[in-house]
């Protein structure tokens, strides 16, 4: 058992950007808190990732893995000790000594809809208005509800998206409402967006982490810090994505959560790029059959993508 008289030194590996740094503090936070390591012996280690450099379009590049593989490589090489992850941006399938082996307990899993302008909702959105967002989801989302809507590629971490919007180089942008809290950013109009309304991105909200397999006492503390409910629910959103492999261009999301009486809600889509073809899936599980049935969920989601999407990828 991981004790505060244990005096290793815990490197915890991130991204570089301001939210990612937010993340690895809150964590290392967790760490003391549970008296599972000293404040001295915990060491925060920025890695810039790929992602955080490209600055076009990542489509013709590997997805996901942009924002994760230099630091998962750094965990592979034992030069970090636990990679604090957005679990939103993790492929399905980690590199083979690794996994996600717990999650801090998940924040506001919700989306937002970030505008200079004071509305109350997507319809208030001046008509034929531009929109910045690099998701292949939320544009999806926004366009079959407001097929007006321009949508234009809009990358860069937090504060560049804030600052491209305050500018008015578009009308508004999204982002994840964690982020939001965690950065305690106030300065525009913030609206939240209900899960049913916008599904979120599988792992959402939460922050993953990841470690070697064969680090039994990294692995200790993880287990001590894991917020079960919140760790099953992710494990279930990922299970569904498995299904298309690793990383996912097309519009997909998936989203689970306990209800009030322990039975758990998967609320899943995937659709067109232009949100003209859709496909919703919610079922119902408990704990002891929530990943069989996310398993079946991604089975039908791939069946309806080869059936009816598929011709649309790229035409």
Same mark, same amino acid.
């Given at each position: ?47 810039? +990732? ?43 399938? !980690? ?33 034929? +208005? ?6 292949? %989801? ?16 809009? %990358? ?55 470690? %070697? ?29 498995? +299904? ?63 059936? +009816? !999407? ?6």
């Amino acid at each position: 058992m991981a004790s505060i008289t244990s005096m290793r030194k815990i490197r915890i590996g991130t991204r570089s950007t301001n939210l990612a740094m937010r993340q690895a503090e809150i964590l290392a936070g967790a760490i003391t808190n549970r008296n599972l390591a000293k404040e001295e012996n915990i060491e925060i280690i920025k890695i810039k +990732s790929s992602g955080d450099i490209i600055t076009s379009s990542i489509g013709p590049y590997d997805g996901k893995r942009l924002f994760t593989k230099e630091i998962d490589q750094a965990l592979v090489d034992n030069k970090i000790d636990i990679a604090a992850h957005s679990v939103k941006d993790l492929e399905s399938y !980690l590199l083979d000594e690794i996994d996600l082996l717990g999650v801090l307990k998940r924040m506001d899993p919700r989306d937002a809809l970030i505008t200079n302008k004071k509305i109350k909702s997507i319809d208030e959105l001046p008509k034929n +208005s531009l929109v910045g967002t690099s998701s292949p %989801r939320r544009s999806a989302i926004l366009k079959s509800i407001r097929s007006d809507i321009n949508i234009i590629e809009f %990358r860069g971490n937090f504060e560049t998206r804030i600052r491209k919007l305050m500018d008015k180089e578009v009308d508004g942008t999204f982002l994840a409402m964690a982020g939001i809290q965690r950065l305690n950013f106030s300065d525009c109009n913030i609206m939240p967006l209900e899960t049913d309304f916008m599904i979120p991105a599988a792992g959402q909200g939460a922050i993953g982490m990841v470690a %070697r397999k064969d680090d039994s006492e990294i692995i200790d503390i993880i287990d001590q810090l894991n917020h079960i409910e919140s760790y099953i629910c992710i494990c279930a959103e990922r299970k569904v994505l498995e +299904s298309f492999g690793g990383s996912c261009f097309q519009p997909i999301a998936a989203f689970a959560n306990f209800d009030d009486d322990e039975k758990i809600t998967i609320n899943t889509m995937i659709s067109s790029d232009d949100g003209t073809l859709y496909e919703n899936i919610k079922e119902y599980a408990k704990r002891d059959t929530v990943m069989d049935i996310a398993g079946d969920i991604g089975r039908r989601l791939l069946e309806y993508f080869d059936k +009816s !999407l598929k011709r649309t990828v790229n035409s």
